[in-house]
């Protein structure tokens, strides 16, 4: 083999963004504007996240000022005196303006109205952790506006500790434990309720209508509506809406003018000739929108930005706001513009890009530190979909869809979180160039499969005409932005915890407390379905007490939260006059679907059910009292006992009796739901998407009988345990299949990763066996899959040294983050991920 050939070798064995790193390379592959790299280097530069109060100042010192007031009114009015105060800020090198802080840099916004009465404890937690990895900094002047701003007057009165106190004690213990300091601050991991750390779960707004109608449009159609009331009931009610919507609308464009104003004055100032020009042109845009149609691409894209960027100021969605169909809703100024000259493809990614950056800075965070441990890495889920089917069901790509795809390759950031639909019939061009992105090494993007989504929608009752315009949101779910009313974060189950109250008569260990049911000592258990039945009456008790707290965080929600622009920007909150917030009343003609998350220890059930039936039951070989010694002593002096169970059969070999367990487990929690459906025959979706809860809830699970010890992670997703499955990437995807339970509608995403290293995919034969290997997964319908491609020593040697290696990124969970902003348990977890081998 000559030098060339070696050379070639080796580059094969890296991904874009390894070999970057290791030849000091600022781009992964192509190239960027010296803009975009001033604007990227600048904000990596500024250091860790800061948090920003003056959403938080002057969205309380208005709601001091309308107390009393109808809760959505006062929420516009907020809004209204945000836009009024807060500062505006423009730097160099933008060309898409907005920002809700002074600095280019990593900020984080505070929601008192959410969590005012943990702030403190949340800012002293955050300055206690400085210079950790996933550190926010709170200056003294930060610490004293908390202090003596927003504490005394939102101590008591949030959402957060009403919440709580409103839970029955059985499900509060469930979710907090029984220690009272802890309340509000500490899940226990055995229920993790997800309300409390958001005002709303991932959410999608409908863009094309601020890019088409405008604020004017819109505060027209409100205005319309409000001078149509009759009723005394109807203005009793839908009036403060219709007002809040038209109030809201004023406070966007109001913002957006304060821009305007600023950038026309910088430009009478400069001296730069050409930053003059695109400082006038940035004034010129901002007086134009969002407050009128969009005409050109820049204008669109400067509309959305206001859009999303003042849903971040109205509240904190879950992950940040989803970006939508980026590629349907902004391709007709595009094509406009490049047939008219005004634009070219490289300079559209220019703007995407700025707009990334944009995104990139708006961190969130959360005060209560149990919560943080769930979301590690900040994560972040503003997922921007293409590709996909029209409403015509015709494949949807376009050429804006291979723009967006590009300008998403060159920088070693984790920004935005790109989402691509894949169906029957997407194009093979287009695949081999997604599979070529995945290839990168960042873990982007992710697929969804319109094999299963589309049908989903169907069965609960959407059209499907409509079913075929879902947008893509948060890990691996999905949205119709005008049908859909749930907003209320759900709870999600430990299935690790799960199992040991099975094995403990429904104590946890590390508690020493009775959390679960008393469902027997295990070594009365004459058979294997005497141990499932114990499993499954523990199981199914945990989601009863989810669907209770679900229950009461959405009743609770309107008294405490509103939405008036993302209300305003959906067609069912316009039509019946109501805040989006208020779904526990349901909104005729709404999908209002509930959730009930699995956050880790899916398959760790699955293989410790396995051993069980096999070793106990099956083969003899263990008996119950050994089993059980040696789980409570964490293996000390059992070590051949572990070896036992970590070598019993596993999920994800192509062993159909182990992935049927799987199946039952689902079953069992999708049978529950569907006997208690939700007011006007919604349901209560069960889904398997973890973030980083299985590292946390595996911090409180003792060992379990899969050979897990106790303290480690539980397993991951919809996946098998961490290198149990050894047969290669198809028969992994053949026994998810199977351990898949698709018979009700209650079932919906289950987040699916897959680790690879470069090698195995190089060239463009590796990009033909991971194209073939996505066509599989669609047609298995599977519902969403996710790639890292890296080498394990690569991050091993990152955990060393994570100066040279502050830019590498992973595949997390549902979204991408930079390696060194991991805990050492997470970035542990990653690099054990089974590594699969696609066959040559």
């Not at 990227?40 to 530069?45: G, L, V």
């Not at 706001?321 to 300079?347: C, H, K, L, S, W």
């Not at 009700?744 to 995919?761: F, G, I, Q, T, W």
């Amino acid at each position: 083999m000559d030098v060339a050939e070696v050379k070639t070798a080796e580059a094969e064995n890296l991904s874009s963004q390894e070999r970057a790193i290791e030849t000091g390379a600022k781009l992964l592959r192509g190239r960027v504007t010296d803009r975009v790299l001033r604007l990227h280097d600048a904000i990596r530069n500024y250091g860790p996240p800061q948090l920003t109060l003056e959403r938080a100042v002057y969205f309380t010192e208005s709601f001091k000022q309308t107390e009393g007031q109808p809760l959505v009114w006062r929420w516009a009015k907020a809004l209204h005196h945000i836009a009024e105060n807060i500062s505006v800020t423009i730097f160099d090198d933008e060309l898409i303006v907005g920002r809700p802080n002074t600095w280019l840099g990593r900020y984080t916004l505070a929601y008192p109205e959410l969590d005012g009465t943990i702030m403190q404890a949340g800012a002293e937690a955050f300055i206690t952790a400085k210079g950790a990895h996933d550190a926010v900094t709170v200056t003294d002047e930060d610490k004293r506006i908390i202090d003596e701003v927003l504490f005394p007057y939102w101590n008591g009165k949030d959402f957060t500790p009403n919440f709580i106190k409103a839970l029955p004690p059985e499900t509060r213990h469930f979710c907090w434990g029984s220690d009272p300091e802890n309340v509000g601050t500490k899940f226990s991991f055995v229920i993790i309720s997800t309300s409390t750390m958001r005002h709303s779960q991932n959410w999608v707004i409908d863009f094309e209508k601020i890019l088409k109608r405008g604020c004017k449009g819109l505060r027209e159609g409100a205005r319309e509506r409000l001078n149509s009331l009759e009723d005394p009931r109807d203005l009793a009610f839908k009036k403060p809406f219709y007002e809040a919507a038209i109030i809201s609308c004023d406070a966007l464009s109001l913002f957006a003018k304060r821009y305007s104003e600023l950038a026309a004055s910088m430009a009478a100032t400069t001296t730069d000739r050409q930053r003059k020009k695109e400082l006038e042109e940035i004034s010129e845009i901002c007086a134009w929108v969002p407050e009128n149609p969009a005409r050109t691409f820049r204008e669109a894209i400067q509309a959305q930005w206001f859009t999303q960027l003042f849903s971040r100021f109205e509240e904190q969605v879950g992950g940040q706001i989803n970006q939508g169909r980026m590629d349907q809703y902004f391709y007709p100024t595009y094509r406009a513009d490049v047939d008219e000259g005004r634009i070219t493809p490289d300079g559209a990614q220019e703007l995407f890009q700025c707009l990334w950056l944009n995104i990139m800075q708006s961190i969130e965070s959360q005060m209560s530190p149990s919560a943080a441990k769930g979301r590690e890495g900040f994560s972040h889920h503003e997922t921007v979909t293409i590709g996909g089917q029209t409403p015509d069901g015709f494949d949807a790509t376009n050429e804006l869809s291979y723009v967006l795809l590009e300008s998403t390759r060159p920088l070693p950031i984790s920004y935005p979180e790109l989402g691509v639909r894949i169906h029957a019939g997407t194009p093979e061009r287009f695949l081999h160039a997604v599979a070529e992105t995945i290839k990168d090494g960042k873990g982007s993007p992710k697929l969804i499969n319109d094999e299963f989504e589309v049908p989903w929608f169907m069965s609960n009752g959407i059209e499907k005409r409509e079913a075929l315009d879902y947008a893509m949101s948060g890990c691996s779910e999905s949205r119709l932005p005008n049908r859909e009313t749930h907003k209320t974060g759900n709870a999600g189950i430990n299935y690790g915890a799960v199992m040991e109250m099975t094995l403990r008569d429904g104590k946890m260990k590390i508690y020493n407390e009775q959390f679960g049911l008393k469902t027997g000592d295990p070594r009365t258990f004459k058979t294997y379905e005497d141990v499932w039945n114990a499993y499954q009456l523990q199981l199914e008790n945990v989601v009863k007490h989810i669907m209770i707290q679900n229950y009461i965080a959405a009743g609770l929600k309107p008294r405490y939260i509103a939405a008036p622009l993302a209300s305003t920007m959906h067609d069912l909150c316009m039509e019946h006059g109501r805040d989006l917030h208020t779904h526990a009343d349901y909104i005729p003609g709404a999908l209002d679907a509930s959730c009930i998350d699995g956050l880790g220890g899916f398959a760790t059930c699955i293989d410790s059910l396995a051993a069980i039936k096999h070793l106990i039951y099956d083969t003899k070989k263990l008996t119950w009292d050994e089993l059980l010694d040696a789980l409570e002593k964490n293996w000390e002096g059992a070590e051949a006992i572990r070896q036992m169970c970590v070598n019993a059969p596993k999920y994800g070999n192509g062993i159909e009796w182990v992935d049927a367990i799987g199946y039952r487990i689902q079953r069992t929690v999708m049978e529950y739901a569907h006997r208690h459906p939700r007011p006007h025959g919604q349901s209560a979706n069960m889904r398997i998407i973890p973030i980083t809860f299985h590292n946390p809830s595996g911090k409180v699970t003792m060992a379990t009988p899969n050979g897990r010890r106790a303290g480690e992670f539980l397993s991951d997703g919809i996946v098998p345990s961490h290198g149990c499955d050894t047969k290669g990437p198809t028969v992994t995807l053949n026994s998810i299949a199977r351990a898949t339970c698709q018979i009700y509608k209650e079932h919906r995403e289950d987040l699916l990763n897959m680790k690879m290293s470069p090698a195995n995919v190089a060239g463009e034969e590796g990009t033909r066996r991971l194209m073939q290997l996505i066509r599989t997964w669609s047609a298995q319908k599977h519902v969403h899959i996710q790639f890292n491609i890296l080498n394990r020593e690569v991050l091993i040697e990152a955990q060393k040294d994570p100066e040279k290696y502050r830019d590498l990124v992973v595949r997390v969970a549902g979204y991408c983050a930079f390696f060194v902003d991991l805990s050492p348990s997470q970035q542990a977890e990653i690099i054990a991920r089974t590594e699969e081998q696609l066959s040559h």
